[in-house]
T-cell receptor, first 118, second 111 residues
Framework: NAGVIQTPRHKVTGKGQEATLWCEPISGHSAVFWYRQTIVQGLEFLTY????????DSGMPKERFSAQMPNQSHSTLKIQSTQPQDSAVYLC????????????????FGSGTRLTVL | GEQVEQLPSILRVQEGSSASINCTYE??????FPWYKQEPGENPKLIIDIRSNMERKQTQGLIVLLDKKAKRFSLHITDTQPGDSAMYFCAAMPNYNVLYFGSGTKLTVEP
């Protein structure tokens, strides 16, 4: 089991450019989450998919950020017109998501994509 | 959603002493409270969790306490070792498996 795979590990963009981040969840996991990590905010929830369907995107900035999960093996987070304040480590996580009362809530994080916007 | 406050943000202790991290939450619907440890250059990993039907849980030098009335939970690391130096995140889950994390505590265990 390779764990959650995120690519690229590092991405540098110029202000106003687009950035696309990729995530491959653990095979068999039905839930995929995106978080943003900064020193000031810690781990911020962005969005959540269950069985590829978007369930909760309440943490996503309404403009410029979008996420998709076109199939069970990958999800993408796209940031349009990147700004310096978007610089952060973007973490993808997956879980079995079989409901409360089990250990299925355990999140398995990828190594993250460090986005730097110049 | 949920708002989780975590203190302190920085904690330094001497090797062999105990370390305590405290978190509070707002949503009374939250019923699952895990703790994740993130070592430098690594991704966060679950180390212990507690559900709302419990008040205390202990495993391998880690103790978690939950006070539902006060909406407060805490992690206590006994007999700290240099290997315990890391970032620690508390989290709360109010519904459909979304974890909301605190801002983290950087623990340094000094020899």
């Amino acid at each position: 089991n390779a764990g959650v795979i995120q690519t690229p590990r590092h991405k540098v963009t110029g202000k106003g450019q687009e950035a696309t981040l990729w995530c491959e969840p653990i095979s068999g996991h039905s839930a995929v989450f995106w978080y943003r990590q900064t020193i000031v905010q810690g781990l911020e929830f962005l969005t959540y998919f269950r069985n590829q369907a978007p369930i909760d995107d309440s943490g996503m900035p309404k403009e410029r950020f979008s996420a998709q999960m076109p199939n069970q093996s990958h999800s993408t987070l796209k940031i349009q017109s990147t700004q310096p304040q978007d610089s952060a480590v973007y973490l993808c996580a997956s879980s079995l998501d079989q409901g409360l009362g089990t250990s299925a809530e355990t999140l398995y994080f990828g190594s993250g994509t460090r986005l730097t916007v110049l | 959603g949920e708002q989780v406050e975590q203190l302190p943000s920085i904690l330094r202790v001497q090797e062999g002493s105990s370390a305590s991290i405290n978190c509070t939450y707002e949503n009374s619907a939250s019923n699952y409270f895990p703790w994740y440890k993130q070592e430098p250059g690594e991704n966060p990993k679950l180390i212990i969790d507690i559900r709302s039907n419990m008040e205390r849980k202990q495993t391998q030098g880690l103790i978690v306490l939950l006070d539902k009335k006060a909406k407060r939970f805490s992690l206590h690391i006994t007999d700290t070792q240099p290997g315990d130096s890391a970032m620690y995140f508390c989290a709360a889950m109010p519904n459909y498996n979304v974890l909301y994390f605190g801002s983290g505590t950087k623990l340094t265990v000094e020899p």
